[in-house]
């Protein structure tokens, strides 16, 4: 079967206390830590959605970013189909060892309901979904490195199968306040912008400490 070609519309990177959408730095900050980060990058962009507070760190990570991609082109009135393929290679660990220290202490046992629901690296994805109306398809993938040829593969089916009109695909990676997301979405409208470009250019021109 012979695929479409398929096109970059936007992308986006966050990480050392700066959002660079689409080439251009649209927020940044002295450095901080990432939960003073996330909260001025919120407020910067005026979201409305207190639930964003609740979070834990991978989902705000991956919620900011899908953020200002899909907002100017989601609609909240109405099912809007766009997949999501997500990667990183800490998982939720981040996560899982608060909610291990939540549980190690004998003299102060208290699981946390709040923290153990955020134990998948995958609710990052459910977040995103209930913030736009999604219910296409998604998938989140653990790799050691950005898979950039998997990953684009994987959406270029999904768009040439129809499975959905538009990806958002990238990579989510946060551990011990260590943070870096690179989100693009992809469909088969032409974009003349990125004709030139991949996902593999793209996330090779930002400057990535692995």
């Known amino acids: 079967?012979?695929?479409?070609?398929?096109?970059?519309?936007?992308?986006?990177?966050?990480?050392?206390n700066e959002i660079v959408l689409n080439g251009s730095s649209v927020f940044k900050i002295e450095p901080t830590n990432f939960?003073?980060?996330?909260?001025q990058a919120y407020r910067n962009f005026d979201i409305q959605y207190p639930k964003f507070f609740k979070m834990d760190t991978l989902s705000k990570l991956a919620f900011l970013g899908a953020e200002l991609l899909l907002s100017p082109i989601t609609s909240v009135e109405q099912e809007n189909n766009i997949a999501l393929v997500l990667a990183n290679k800490s998982s939720s660990l981040d996560t899982d060892v608060k909610y291990q220290e939540s549980i190690s202490d004998k003299e102060?046992?208290?699981?946390?309901?709040?923290?153990?629901?955020?134990?998948?690296?995958?609710?990052?994805l459910g977040e995103i979904s209930i913030r736009h109306q999604?219910?296409?398809?998604?998938?989140?993938?653990?790799?050691?490195?950005?898979?950039t040829e998997f990953m684009s593969n994987y959406s270029n089916i999904l768009l040439n199968s129809d499975k959905a009109d538009v990806v958002l695909c990238g990579w989510v990676e946060f551990f011990n306040d260590e943070?870096?997301?690179?989100?693009?979405?992809?469909?088969?409208?032409?974009?003349?912008?990125?004709?030139?470009?991949?996902?593999n250019t793209l996330y090779n021109k930002s400057s990535w400490k692995h």
């Not at 695929?3 to 936007?10: A, C, E, V």
């Not at 939960?35 to 909260?39: L, R, V, Y």
């Open 1 to 16: 079967m012979t695929q479409n070609k398929t096109y970059i519309q936007s992308y986006i990177t966050i990480q050392n």
């Open 35 to 39: 939960a003073d980060f996330s909260k």
């Open 108 to 124: 102060n046992y208290y699981p946390s309901p709040a923290v153990f629901v955020y134990t998948l690296p995958n609710i990052c």
């Open 134 to 147: 999604l219910k296409s398809e998604n998938s989140f993938f653990i790799f050691d490195v950005f898979n």
């Open 179 to 199: 943070y870096k997301a690179f989100l693009c979405t992809i469909s088969k409208e032409e974009n003349t912008k990125y004709t030139n470009e991949n996902i």
